[in-house]
């Protein structure tokens, strides 16, 4: 965890400070600006435009604060910045003029908080189970399905997801009502 002289240090412009802030904090930048893009080459143009401003506006952060809401607001605006230009682009093509018709998609901070609170979850899963959640949550596989894609039993299959079930849940725990919300799918 970067403490509050990386913050101070950042907020006085420090390069070495700025490149600490962008390992930790662009992977939550990004879920931040999935959710509201939905599309992963827009999402990193949105966190990417995000840092430049978070670099200019660098000066006005109080490193008393906490940055990460700081930068997922940042990115929010940015990747709602995004998605606007690129409607005005699909816009410009149609000639149907519905660029202000739309509302972006969005999330709430506490939606995409969870999001990544979930995905830091199943990042810390073993191996196996990480890969039978990718493959039913991510994928949409059945038991079946993943059994023979992994080439194990779909028993197997059944224990890894059990497992990585518990082990989710218990991480998730302190989330209200998310914990509840990861469960298996039969057959």
Request: proline share 4%; charged share 25%; glycine share 8%.
């Amino acid at each position: 965890m970067l403490g509050a002289t990386t913050f101070a240090d950042f907020a006085n412009g420090d390069d070495e400070a700025f490149e600490q802030v962008v390992r930790q904090f662009s992977g939550v930048m990004y879920a931040a600006a999935y959710a509201v893009l939905g599309r992963r080459e827009l999402a990193a143009e949105a966190v990417q435009q995000a840092f430049v401003a978070a670099w200019k506006a660098a000066g006005n952060f109080d490193p008393e604060r906490e940055i990460e809401p700081w930068l997922c607001t940042i990115t929010r605006r940015c990747a709602i910045d995004v998605w606007r230009a690129e409607r005005r682009h699909l816009d410009d093509h149609r000639g149907d003029g519905t660029l202000e018709s739309a509302a972006p998609p969005g999330a709430t901070f506490e939606d995409v908080w969870e999001a990544w609170q979930v995905r830091e979850a199943v990042d810390r899963l073993p191996p196996d189970e990480r890969e039978v959640m990718r493959l039913h949550y991510g994928k949409g596989f059945s038991h079946s399905q993943m059994a023979g894609v992994l080439g194990v039993p779909i028993g197997t299959v059944k224990s890894r997801t059990s497992r990585a079930h518990h082990r989710l849940q218990s991480s998730l725990a302190h989330l209200s009502g998310s914990a509840g919300k990861v469960r298996g799918h039969n057959d």
